[in-house]
């Protein structure tokens, strides 16, 4: 959750916060104080937080390789188009012996860029940029396996002896269970977008709007982290994804102004002062101009 946090609300203000600040924003959604610190201190051994002491105040913001991983997934948070496909699969071979360990840590890092699996032992993706992907790895610590692995790009001939793309979807990624976790992410959220474009923002308080928005990008990350983010062509039928992804971006778009005045009223630095929130924060699914920053 305060990962969430720290990449919906912290980042476009400049990506610092007081340690005061974080722990009155998630109190209201049952999270104490002991446990936004014992979280902080977490998440500042894994090197995603770094901490900075004014006096007796401390202030967190995000490490160089935090703000490279944040970035990374507003990529695709924020996103509002499934990318196109060149018809090439994009593969990583592994062509030395890896510990189990190790192994097992590269399958969770490519995991996290979207691959899946064959039933070779190779990683392979449709869209993947290569180059970015192995840039990540070496910045993961995972630099020491970069000589065992083979990038390459493949165009599936449809021999008889090649998968077809749609068995090398079924193979690589299991698309079923992501499709009821987005259709439960539907039934939880799209009451709540009904009824705010049924009544209208007036409803809402500020703190709840923020709450609501929290909640939102925390669970529709939570799903994108398993998302392969395959091209259209290669999804099911009725995919609920493109729902769930078009429902995100209408009812972010009605929280956001609400949110970001309990936002301005809230977040401080140990010195006191407001950090103001980046244009950047108002073209977050491509909002349009009727949407300003607000005071």
């Known amino acids: 959750m305060i990962t969430t946090v720290f990449g919906d609300a912290i980042l476009p203000r400049g990506g610092r916060v007081s340690l005061g600040s974080l722990i009155q924003l998630l109190q209201p959604l049952g999270v104490n104080e002991r446990l936004v610190r014992t979280a902080v201190y977490r998440l500042v051994k894994k090197e995603w937080l770094q901490s900075e002491a004014l006096g007796r105040k401390t202030d967190y913001m995000l490490t160089p390789s935090g703000r490279s991983r944040f970035d990374e997934a507003s990529r695709q948070i924020y996103a509002t188009d499934i990318p196109g ?4 699969w994009r593969l990583v071979l592994i062509v030395a012996e890896l510990d189990a360990r ?5 399958r969770r890092a490519l995991f996290w860029h979207g691959f899946g699996e064959t039933a ?12 970015k992907v192995m840039e990540s790895l070496a910045s993961e610590g995972l630099d020491r396996v970069l000589t065992s692995l083979v990038p390459m790009v493949a165009v599936n001939s449809r021999t008889a002896h090649c998968a077809t793309d749609s068995e090398m979807v079924q193979t690589a990624w299991n698309l079923s269970d992501l499709a009821l976790s987005y259709e439960s992410f539907l039934q939880k959220y799209e009451p709540i977008r009904d009824a705010l474009l049924e009544r209208g923002p007036d409803d809402v308080s500020e703190e709840n709007a923020f709450l609501v928005r929290t909640l939102l990008i925390h669970d529709v990350r939570r799903l994108l982290l398993r998302d392969p983010q395959l091209p259209e062509s290669l999804l099911p039928a009725a995919w609920p994804g493109s729902s769930a992804r078009l429902m995100c971006r209408d009812l972010y778009r009605k929280l956001l102004p609400l949110s970001e005045r309990h936002l301005n009223a809230t977040v401080r630095l140990s010195n006191g002062a407001v950090p103001n929130a980046s244009h950047a924060l108002f073209t977050r699914f491509e909002f349009g101009m009727d949407l300003k920053p607000v005071a």
């Open 85 to 88: 496909w060149d018809r090439r």
């Open 102 to 106: 190790l192994r097992e840590q590269l």
């Open 120 to 131: 070779t032992g190779s990683f392979v993706h449709p869209t993947a940029d290569l180059e």
